[in-house]
Nanobody, 113 residues
Framework: QVQLVESGGGLVQAGGSLRLSCVVS??????MAWYRQPPGKQRGLVAI???????ISDDSVKGRFAALRGDAPNTVFLQMNDLQLDDTAVYYC?????????WGQGTQVTVSS
């Protein structure tokens, strides 16, 4: 069974950085994506990672976030710089364009002022 395991979140001050990791076990998935769910809001797409490249989908994080594919199979990262209060959310990885795998637990990112 395919499992998604996200990690790397935490509490960080505004302007700080974090790198999130996602490991997919049990399958080879060429296109992955990062999603996030802020408190009280719906989960939304943040970034896409393919074998050919990466892209940022959320305009609010362009220039600050970068999605990366790791050297290890089925490992993707989300490098987050200059974090802002509005970046506070639970971050998840899943497939793209449609999240078709059971959601992992996600990793909480909390940005403080």
């Amino acid at each position: 069974q395919v499992q998604l395991v996200e990690s790397g979140g935490g509490l960080v001050q505004a302007g700080g950085s974090l790198r999130l990791s996602c490991v997919v076990s049990g399958d080879n998935i060429p296109i992955m994506a990062w999603y996030r769910q802020p408190p009280g809001k719906q989960r939304g797409l943040v970034a896409i990672v393919t074998d050919a490249g990466t892209g940022i989908s959320d305009d609010s994080v362009k220039g600050r976030f970068a999605a990366l594919r790791g050297d290890a199979p089925n490992t993707v990262f989300l490098q987050m710089n200059d974090l802002q209060l509005d970046d506070t959310a639970v971050y998840y990885c899943n497939t793209y364009p449609r999240p078709r795998l059971p959601w992992g637990q996600g990793t909480q990112v909390t940005v403080s002022s």
